[in-house]
């Protein structure tokens, strides 16, 4: 007798579990990320740059005066250079790269940091003096000249409405009244007065004109005329005096006061105004000094004509 023995079906096969206890699951949160548009080179934040600061001109701290007297410096150099070069081509002379290096060293110095030394200009213009030849008609045609430029100066600080001018009415600097009385000795001596001269007229012309379009431009020619006469002026004046007068000293370089205090009161005045001008406004005083000396130094050389 066969026993039917029932035999169990085969489990399937199951695939074994990982130890889930040592890797527990995870859930990867997962994000988009999507990149911005690049922005127009124009709108690009641009880093910062430094801040530069303009650059100090000579005797800018001072004032304006202070910033001219380094441009007649200036000129006055150039004349020199000029003056000395001209007589080394007359001798043969050749200047070495030596020298020529140490002038632009010393006119860079000036230039940039306003320490040189101070110009002993009565007594370069006194040796200037000393090689003239001043003749009679000539110094009486730079009196008439003088005459007209003073009058042409001070009729207009005395008549303008600017109240920038009226600070330098009855300054004492004034010089009209006195050529006025110098040119009536010349007429006792006999002496014929001429007219004023092309570049009298043509100065006098210009001050008019300047006037009416720039008060620091007109006072820029009204402080550097007066500087130059009581300084540079004063000094060929009273050479010329000595050489075709006999020493006599004419009105026209006598004061009732100390010039130098008087162009000195007038100087603070014009540094005082300055402080309210713009750099543009003291440039132009500037470019202005430098072409009242070029008038002012034609005129002077009448007097050797």
Same mark, same amino acid.
Request: charged share 30%; glycine share 4%; aromatic share 10%.
């Given at each position: ?8 079906? *085969? ?34 934040? =641009? ?23 380094? =441009? ?46 101070? =110009? ?32 042409? =100066?001070?009729?207009?600080? *005395? ?55 720039? *008060? ?90």
């Amino acid at each position: 007798m066969l026993l039917a023995i029932a035999v169990p079906s *085969a489990a399937p096969l199951r695939r074994p579990h990982h130890f889930r206890f040592l890797h527990p699951s995870r859930k990867l949160a997962l994000s988009r990320t999507r990149c911005a548009p690049s922005l127009p080179a124009e709108s690009q934040p =641009v880093a910062p740059q430094p801040r530069r600061y303009p650059r100090q001109y000579p005797g800018e701290a001072v004032g304006v005066a202070e910033e001219m007297r380094f =441009v007649a410096m200036r000129l006055r150099n150039t004349k020199r250079a000029t003056r000395n070069k001209d007589n080394n081509r007359a001798d043969g002379a050749e200047e070495d790269d030596e020298s020529k290096e140490e002038e632009v060293e010393d006119n860079d110095e000036m230039d940039e940091e306003g320490n040189d030394e101070e =110009v002993n200009e009565e007594e370069e213009d006194n040796r200037e003096v000393e090689e003239w030849m001043p003749s009679m008609e000539g110094f009486v045609s730079y009196l008439v000249d003088s005459k007209l430029v003073f009058d042409t =100066v001070e009729r207009i600080v *005395a008549g303008s409405t600017d109240v920038a001018y009226v600070y330098f009415r009855k300054s004492g600097l004034e010089r009209s009244a006195s050529i006025e009385k110098d040119l009536e000795w010349f007429r006792e001596q006999a002496i014929e007065i001429p007219e004023p001269s092309t570049f009298g007229s043509t100065y006098a012309a210009y001050l008019s004109e300047l006037a009416g379009s720039s *008060a620091p431009a007109f006072l820029s020619h009204y402080y550097n005329i007066y500087f130059s006469h009581t300084t540079g002026g004063l000094a060929i004046g009273k050479k010329t005096c000595d050489k075709i007068l006999e020493g006599r000293l004419l009105e026209f370089y006598k004061w009732d006061s100390d010039p130098e205090i008087l162009l000195k009161d007038a100087r603070e005045k014009l540094n005082e105004l300055s402080k309210h001008w713009s750099r543009k406004d003291r440039n132009l005083c500037l470019k202005e000094a430098a072409k009242c000396f070029q008038y002012m130094g034609r005129i002077v050389r009448l007097i050797i004509s």
